[in-house]
């Protein structure tokens, strides 16, 4: 009950195209789920977040998507670039503590 | 501004022998202070996470130790190193208070080759 389940494991995007990974949850206390993005050698950090009141968050090229009936939150890379490739990992925090739960992670590839 | 120092970036150790990371936090006081371990190909499996000096909270048993000796600082141990320790160990530090953001700031990891 308390996973995150991530997917795909890896994904290749041609420049230009759309990035979408997705997560899903079991345990519904969650109440906050951010994304974070990791590059090789590199410690992971925040991206954009986005909490269970919201359907959805955009900042940039980067948008959550939040189903709170299907437990599934999504992240969207528009105009995806070839420094967006990295390692990301979707994580989510139950509301009676501060610690993160994070999926499996993705390793996105954008070619030029 | 805050800033987490982890040191060595890379450790290449035999079976058997001891370990010890370091991690400081600067710029800020009273923090949650986790250790993260990212095995190649997998996620972040959180080892260890302490909300003050000396409370520490283990989440997965196992041939590792931590400790919290000073306010802003997080030392990761072993006594015998396995083969099965190699990985990526991350700390990571988020703010304590009545506002939770949830937002963990990591450091910038110590590969730990066991051979």
């Known amino acids: 009950q308390q996973q995150v389940k991530q997917s795909p494991q890896s994904l290749i995007v041609q420049k230009g195209g759309i990035s979408i990974i997705n997560c899903a949850y079991e345990?519904?206390?969650?109440?906050?789920f951010p994304w974070y993005q990791q590059f090789p050698g590199k410690g992971p950090a925040l991206l954009i977040a986005?909490?269970?009141?919201?359907s959805e968050k955009k900042e940039g090229r980067f948008t959550i998507s939040f189903n709170k009936s299907a437990k599934q939150f999504s992240l969207h890379i528009m105009d995806s670039q070839p420094g967006d490739s990295a390692t990301y990992f979707c994580?989510?925090?139950?509301?009676?503590?501060?610690?993160?739960?994070f999926g499996q992670g993705t390793e996105l590839s954008v070619k030029p | 501004s805050q800033t987490i120092h982890q040191w060595p970036a890379t450790l290449v150790q035999p079976v058997g022998s001891p370990l010890s990371l370091e991690c400081t936090v600067e710029?800020?006081?009273?923090?949650?202070l986790y250790w993260y371990r990212q095995a190649a190909g997998r996620g972040l499996q959180l080892l260890f996470y302490?909300?003050?000096?000396?409370?520490i909270s283990s989440e997965v048993p196992q041939n590792l130790s931590a400790s919290r000796p000073q306010d802003r600082q997080f030392i990761l141990s072993s006594k015998k190193l396995l083969l099965s320790d190699s990985g990526f160990y991350l700390c990571?530090?988020?703010?304590?208070?009545?506002?939770?953001?949830?937002?963990?700031?990591f450091g910038e990891g110590s590969r730990l080759t066991v051979l």
């Open positions: 990571a530090w988020s703010r304590q208070g009545r506002v939770r953001t949830g937002e963990l700031f």
């Open positions: 345990n519904t206390a969650f109440d906050y």
């Open positions: 986005i909490r269970p009141d919201v």
């Open positions: 994580a989510a925090r139950g509301n009676q503590g501060g610690k993160l739960i």
């Open positions: 710029g800020t006081s009273n923090p949650n």
């Open positions: 302490s909300i003050g000096i000396d409370q």
